[in-house]
């Protein structure tokens, strides 16, 4: 019999080590160890983002629950009675004048009619269209934008991007307040102004008694 090379000397070396097909002990060691590895870093990895991704998407401060109460710019929503508030904004006039226009939509969702009594602006009685308050049954009154309606502030003096205090009285759905965002008149609000231009009568003040609920 031939002598056996340098390459059988060493395959036979391992023969009775192990079986053909599977690795030796040292190996299951070795990927073992790796693979506690991997592991361990990959936990270390979800402790880390876990806090960072829960303080954003849950919990009383959470970024989404903000998100979900405060205006983002297409407009605030509410609900008082059968009336219902639609993506109400305030733009801007033209630059100097110190006037507003309330982008806002009015629904009367229940059987019976009411009216828009009045509406303050930053504390301040706004003016309202003549007749546009009337909200019938099923009513949905657009105003400010592709509308003939208005409700003007006259003395806005808050700068755009932020938030100023609006209420809306109702004669039988009852007070709404709301912190709407200011925006210029610029980009998706181009060409929106009040009107008229300026207080024709001036405002109305807002009566004491709170309407009825």
């Known amino acids: 019999m031939e002598p056996l090379s340098e390459g059988l000397k060493v395959i036979t070396a391992f023969g009775p080590r192990f079986r053909p097909g599977r690795p030796p002990p040292?190996?299951?060691?070795s990927l073992a160890a790796?693979?506690?590895?991997?592991?361990?870093?990959?936990?270390?990895?979800v402790l880390l983002v876990l806090?960072?991704?829960?303080g954003c998407f849950s919990g009383l401060g959470a970024t989404t629950t903000t998100q979900a109460t405060m205006n983002s710019g297409n407009g605030v929503a509410a609900t008082q009675g059968a009336i219902h508030i639609e993506g109400a904004t305030l733009v801007q006039g033209p630059e100097g004048s110190s006037t507003a226009t309330l982008l806002v939509r009015i629904v009367n969702?229940?059987?019976?009619?009411?009216r828009l009594t009045y509406a303050?602006?930053?504390?301040?009685?706004?003016?309202?269209?003549?007749?546009?308050?009337?909200?019938?049954?099923?009513?949905?009154?657009?105003?400010?934008?592709?509308?003939?309606?208005?409700?003007?502030?006259?003395?806005?003096?808050?700068?755009a991007a932020t938030y100023v205090p609006v209420q809306l009285g109702f004669e039988k759905a009852g007070l709404v307040t709301m912190s709407v965002l200011v925006v210029p008149p610029v980009g998706y609000y181009?060409?929106?102004?009040?009107?008229?231009a300026?207080?024709?009568?001036?405002?109305?003040?807002?009566?004491?008694?709170?309407?009825?609920?």
Do not use: C, M, Q
């Open 26 to 29: 040292a190996a299951f060691a």
């Open 120 to 159: 303050t602006i930053g504390g301040v009685p706004a003016y309202i269209t003549e007749g546009a308050g009337d909200l019938g049954p099923g009513a949905s009154v657009s105003f400010g934008w592709e509308s003939e309606t208005w409700i003007n502030s006259y003395e806005l003096t808050a700068p």
């Open 51 to 54: 806090p960072t991704t829960t």
């Open 109 to 114: 969702a229940g059987v019976d009619p009411d």
């Open 198 to 213: 300026t207080n024709p009568i001036g405002a109305v003040p807002a009566p004491s008694a709170t309407p009825a609920a």
């Open 190 to 196: 181009e060409g929106i102004a009040p009107t008229p």
């Open 34 to 45: 790796v693979k506690r590895s991997h592991i361990a870093a990959a936990a270390a990895l």
